[in-house]
């Protein structure tokens, strides 16, 4: 049996006759698309497609480990690769009669991003990935004292809560971890935190992930916050799935500190992360490895200094462009429909168990699932490898799930209805592999 996109699936994504453009994989891409300016709302997600160069002989669901380049900021990065080479330390040192500098690029990105979530440039630092952020607000978080406790849980990424754990052993905190409710609803979620909470009278410092990588389950994070600042606890917001795959601003989730990566969602270069300290906050985030070249006053001292991809960083606001000529409530449609094309169609499979609510406020493009049976990490590596070598469908097993590991499945913004197609198909066909 073929299946074929539902009617939610194409009305959402693939408009005005795109479909049938879509259907072919060699079909290139015209050339207004690939020279069109970057003009806000400018790009319709039916045209989304056409502006990547990708790999079509695999149907690529494992995109959440970072963003492709769509042609437009891969060609901006090759410009500024070429530039940075060609002028080398006479851009980097600052010395260009033009003002052209490593300085004024710097701002740039740091402007660019601060433009995307809503906030002030001054409340921004560029880093090398959201890991790298989020593992600098934690371990140099001023306010913990030793035998003050930190919290977090099982679906947060492993890189945070390696850093939560490092306060245990290297700053005397207890640390506390929990399990995420399964199946979750936004009300046993904020009674889950609730509770973790009550229970820990001593805690100082939480953990908070938007968008958890392993299951795809949004948080409401505005109301965790809110939870634990009546209790006096900080929160660190893990927010790297949810900038530019989700529609909201910083303000909207009313955190002080977050950090994500801006090679995920908003399509910049590997190496690019960001770092937000409110800046009524600042003082509370110790500088980097006694980062005192830069005044204390700036954030960008919370960062190491050393080299970094300066062609990398100047490219992001290109990147953050091409964001806003999609569009970020365009781009959570496009991305919601896209998963809701293959969730909708395995609904009927009972061995299938999807892992996040139906609520749509509690999932986006990000979905994992279970199958009937599928118990250990061997199970999930040998289902995970099934898809690809029998059904040329590639995912990617996640572990660490008080529950058990999943299969996680992530559309791409270039992704296809041939694509989902595929997976379902593939659902079909596997889902009573371990029964």
Same mark, same amino acid.
């Given at each position: 049996?073929?299946?074929?996109?539902?009617?939610?699936?194409?009305?959402?994504?693939?408009?005005?006759?795109?479909?049938? $453009?879509?259907?072919?994989?060699?079909?290139?891409?015209?050339?207004?698309?690939?020279?069109?300016?970057?003009?806000?709302?400018?790009?319709?997600?039916?045209?989304?497609?056409?502006?990547?160069?990708?790999?079509?002989?695999?149907?690529?669901?494992?995109?959440?480990?970072?963003?492709?380049?769509?042609?437009?900021?891969?060609?901006?990065?090759?410009? +500024?690769?070429?530039?940075?080479?060609?002028?080398?330390?006479?851009?980097?040192?600052?010395?260009?009669?033009?003002?052209?500098?490593?300085?004024?690029?710097?701002? @740039? /990105?740091?402007?660019?991003?601060?433009?995307?979530?809503?906030?002030?440039?001054?409340?921004?630092? =560029?880093?090398?990935?959201?890991?790298?952020? $989020?593992?600098?607000?934690?371990?140099?978080?001023?306010?913990?004292?030793?035998?003050?406790?930190?919290?977090?849980?099982?679906?947060?990424?492993?890189?945070?809560?390696?850093?939560?754990?490092?306060?245990?052993?290297?700053?005397?905190?207890?640390?506390?971890?929990?399990?995420?409710?399964?199946?979750?609803?936004?009300?046993?979620?904020? +009674?889950?935190?609730?509770?973790?909470?009550?229970?820990?009278?001593?805690?100082?410092?939480?953990?908070?992930?938007?968008?958890?990588?392993?299951?795809?389950?949004?948080?409401?994070?505005?109301?965790? =916050? /809110?939870?634990?600042? @009546?209790?006096?606890?900080?929160?660190? =917001?893990?927010?790297?799935?949810?900038?530019?795959?989700?529609?909201?601003?910083?303000?909207?989730?009313?955190?002080?500190?977050?950090?994500?990566?801006?090679?995920?969602?908003?399509?910049?270069?590997?190496?690019?992360?960001?770092?937000?300290?409110?800046?009524?906050?600042?003082?509370?985030?110790?500088?980097?490895?006694?980062?005192?070249?830069?005044?204390?006053?700036?954030?960008? !001292?919370?960062?190491?200094?050393?080299?970094?991809?300066?062609?990398?960083?100047?490219?992001?606001?290109?990147? =953050?462009?091409?964001?806003? /000529?999609?569009? /970020?409530?365009?781009? @959570? !449609?496009?991305?919601?429909?896209?998963?809701?094309?293959?969730?909708?169609?395995?609904?009927?499979?009972?061995?299938?168990?999807?892992?996040?609510?139906?609520?749509?406020?509690?999932?986006?493009?990000?979905?994992?699932?279970?199958?009937?049976?599928?118990?250990?990490?061997?199970?999930?590596?040998?289902?995970?490898?099934?898809?690809?070598?029998?059904?040329?469908?590639?995912?990617?097993?996640?572990?660490?799930?008080?529950?058990?590991?999943?299969?996680?499945?992530?559309?791409?913004?270039?992704?296809?209805?041939?694509?989902?197609?595929?997976?379902?198909?593939?659902?079909?066909?596997?889902?009573?592999?371990?029964?």
């Amino acid at each position: 049996m073929t299946i074929s996109p539902n009617r939610r699936f194409l009305l959402k994504s693939f408009a005005t006759g795109a479909p049938a $453009l879509l259907a072919s994989s060699s079909v290139a891409a015209p050339y207004h698309l690939q020279e069109a300016a970057l003009v806000p709302g400018s790009i319709p997600v039916s045209q989304l497609p056409f502006h990547y160069d990708v790999n079509r002989d695999i149907h690529n669901l494992e995109n959440g480990y970072w963003g492709v380049l769509p042609r437009t900021i891969a060609a901006e990065y090759s410009r +500024q690769i070429a530039m940075v080479n060609r002028d080398n330390s006479i851009w980097a040192r600052n010395v260009l009669p033009s003002g052209s500098c490593l300085a004024g690029g710097g701002q @740039e /990105a740091q402007a660019a991003i601060a433009r995307q979530v809503g906030c002030s440039p001054e409340e921004i630092a =560029v880093t090398r990935s959201g890991s790298d952020a $989020l593992q600098l607000l934690i371990v140099n978080y001023r306010l913990l004292k030793a035998g003050e406790a930190v919290i977090y849980c099982d679906l947060d990424y492993d890189a945070m809560i390696d850093a939560m754990d490092w306060l245990g052993t290297h700053r005397g905190a207890q640390v506390v971890r929990f399990a995420m409710p399964e199946p979750a609803t936004t009300a046993n979620i904020l +009674q889950a935190y609730h509770d973790v909470l009550e229970r820990t009278p001593n805690a100082k410092l939480l953990l908070v992930t938007q968008v958890s990588n392993r299951t795809g389950l949004v948080t409401p994070v505005k109301e965790i =916050v /809110a939870m634990a600042r @009546e209790r006096g606890v900080d929160t660190v =917001v893990d927010v790297a799935h949810g900038i530019a795959c989700l529609d909201f601003k910083i303000e909207d989730i009313d955190a002080d500190f977050a950090g994500w990566s801006v090679h995920k969602w908003t399509s910049a270069p590997l190496g690019t992360g960001a770092m937000y300290i409110r800046s009524s906050r600042l003082k509370d985030i110790d500088v980097a490895y006694d980062n005192h070249h830069i005044p204390v006053s700036k954030i960008q !001292a919370r960062v190491p200094a050393g080299t970094i991809n300066f062609a990398a960083i100047l490219t992001i606001p290109k990147a =953050v462009d091409f964001h806003f /000529a999609v569009g /970020a409530a365009a781009k @959570e !449609a496009h991305l919601r429909a896209l998963r809701d094309g293959w969730v909708d169609a395995v609904a009927d499979l009972r061995n299938v168990e999807i892992c996040v609510p139906a609520d749509p406020a509690r999932y986006c493009t990000i979905t994992s699932f279970r199958l009937k049976g599928m118990t250990t990490e061997a199970d999930a590596l040998h289902l995970q490898r099934v898809l690809l070598q029998k059904h040329n469908v590639h995912t990617v097993w996640r572990g660490g799930i008080a529950k058990g590991p999943v299969i996680r499945v992530t559309p791409g913004l270039y992704s296809r209805p041939s694509d989902i197609d595929a997976l379902v198909k593939a659902l079909q066909a596997e889902n009573s592999l371990f029964i």
